[in-house]
């Protein structure tokens, strides 16, 4: 599997973006999908997942509430939607593709190039 983030970019405090991930190769519809992040000095965290079916979900504390992550198994795509950022939430993030939804990096065989999140206070 072969995974490709877009949509990162400059946003101010309070604003939205909306980052995709499209994957090629196997069966996408067969993995669990989701985003981490790093930040600049920290170590890379969990932000959310979901099921194959997306009908299982799981987010990251800091980010509940704000972010939403959902798939097009027909676009063989992955989204996560983020409002009302801040800036803390600055950082690399990249989706990643795995037999099943865990909170742990170590679950996830595929990882995409990471796209930047810049969020100005």
């Known amino acids: 599997v072969q995974l490709q983030a877009s949509g990162g970019g400059l946003v101010q405090a309070g604003g939205s973006l909306r980052l995709s991930c499209t994957a090629s190769g196997r069966t996408f519809s067969s993995y669990a999908m989701g985003w981490f992040r790093q930040a600049p000095g920290k170590e890379r965290e969990f932000v959310a997942a979901?099921?194959?079916?997306?009908?299982?979900?799981s987010y990251a504390d800091s980010v509940k509430g704000r972010f939403t992550i959902s798939r097009d198994n027909a676009k063989n795509t992955v989204y996560l939607q983020m409002n009302s950022l801040k800036p803390e939430d600055t950082a690399v993030y990249y989706c990643v593709a795995g037999p099943r939804l865990r909170v742990g990096a170590t679950a996830y065989d595929y990882w995409g190039q990471g796209t930047l999140v810049t969020v100005s206070s």
């Open positions: 979901l099921s194959w079916s997306g009908g299982t979900t």
